[in-house]
């Protein structure tokens, strides 16, 4: 079965970094665009970065821009999520996401599958 597991998650403080990584398995990797979303307590899951199959094209959401990078190593079934300079309000639970026929990738209902999510703390 497909499984999606982020690891990389921690407490950090104010201007810190930390980067994510999602292992895919039990898919093509190769043929999913992939997201990351983050989901604060109270709040809906929020969009923060899509990058396509081919790693070429990739879409940050405004809050995030400058700060986050969002990559991919298809020989490794990998993606990660590079974040700089981070803040307090970045934190949540971080969840990757696959999707292969993606309509609006910056919405949940457009991906097919998840991960179980990985805690990002940032202290200020």
């Known amino acids: 079965q497909v499984q999606l597991v982020e690891s990389g998650g921690g407490l950090v403080q104010a201007g810190g970094s930390l980067r994510l990584s999602c292992a895919a398995s039990?898919?093509?990797?190769?043929?999913?665009?992939m997201g990351w979303f983050r989901q604060a307590p109270g709040k809906e899951r929020e969009f923060v970065a899509y990058?396509?199959?081919?790693?070429?094209?990739?879409t940050n959401a405004d809050s995030v821009k400058g700060r986050f990078s969002i990559s991919r190593d298809n020989a490794k079934n990998t993606l990660h999520l590079q974040m700089n300079s981070l803040k307090p309000e970045d934190t949540a639970v971080y969840y990757c996401?696959?999707?292969?026929?993606?309509?609006?990738?910056?919405?949940?209902?457009?991906?097919?599958?998840w991960g179980q999510g990985t805690q990002v703390t940032v202290s200020s």
């Open positions: 996401a696959a999707g292969r026929s993606i309509r609006d990738r910056t919405r949940p209902t457009g991906y097919d599958y």
């Open positions: 039990g898919l093509t990797f190769s043929d999913y665009g």
């Open positions: 990058i396509h199959w081919s790693g070429v094209i990739t």
